[in-house]
């Protein structure tokens, strides 16, 4: 399956966590629509299960107050790949200046993909449309391949300020137990 996302707004280097927490919160909806369209809309039922949360029946994760929905999970066997265009206000070649350094950058939109752990959202609660909080990762150690294209953006706005065009293809890598234990509706 391959879908894009989009986020526009500041991506700091070595972001703290409510700066990855405010990059969730704009992903959220777009994968939250991905999950009512097909062909995740005919899965919804038996994945997105909240008597069944924390099972392999599964993909809800309750990290503290959150009922966190990963896309991607090692408990279905999928990995993702990732082709990311990085539009941002350096020019071509000033990889590490204002704005900060691309790598610590980029660590900060792979943690903001993925589940937090209940240090990093601490004194954070779901608003009222974040029941679940859709996030694209259990782990940002499913990503398999990321191919980073960097270009200039011309308008102005502040200098951490990018626009990121995520194109993910999602692979199923392994046998799960869900798909091997599964009998049906409980």
Same mark, same amino acid.
């Given at each position: ?12 280097? +070595?972001? /703290?966590?409510?700066?990855? =927490? ?23 039922? @038996?994945?997105? +299960?909240? &008597?069944?949360?924390?099972? *392999?029946?599964? @993909?809800? =994760?309750? $990290?503290?107050?959150?009922? *966190? ?14 082709? $990311?265009? *990085? ?16 790598? +610590?950058? @980029? ?12 240090? #990093?959202?601490?004194?954070? /609660?779901?608003?009222?449309? &974040?029941?679940? *909080?859709?996030?694209?990762?259990? +782990?940002? $150690?499913?990503?398999?391949?990321? #191919? ?7 308008? &102005?706005?502040?200098?951490?300020? $990018? ?5 993910? /293809?999602? =692979? ?15």
């Amino acid at each position: 399956m391959d879908f894009r996302l989009h986020y526009r707004g500041p991506l700091k280097s +070595n972001g /703290s966590p409510k700066h990855k =927490q405010e990059i969730r919160r704009s992903l959220h909806p777009q994968l939250r629509r991905l999950w009512e369209r097909p062909p995740l809309n005919d899965h919804a039922l @038996l994945f997105l +299960n909240r &008597e069944a949360a924390g099972s *392999f029946d599964s @993909l809800l =994760q309750r $990290v503290g107050p959150f009922m *966190f929905a990963s896309l991607v999970s090692s408990k279905i066997g999928l990995t993702a790949e990732i082709d $990311v265009l *990085f539009l941002r206000h350096q020019a071509p070649g000033e990889i590490v200046s204002q704005g900060g350094d691309i790598d +610590n950058r @980029l660590k900060t939109l792979f943690d903001a993909l993925a589940v937090p752990n209940l240090d #990093q959202i601490k004194g954070d /609660s779901p608003l009222t449309d &974040e029941d679940p *909080f859709h996030c694209l990762l259990e +782990n940002d $150690v499913l990503i398999t391949r990321i #191919q980073v294209t960097t270009d200039q953006w011309l308008e &102005e706005t502040g200098p951490d300020d $990018v626009i990121l065009i995520l194109h993910v /293809s999602v =692979q199923h890598r392994a046998a799960s137990p869900v798909l091997w234990s599964w009998t049906g509706p409980k």
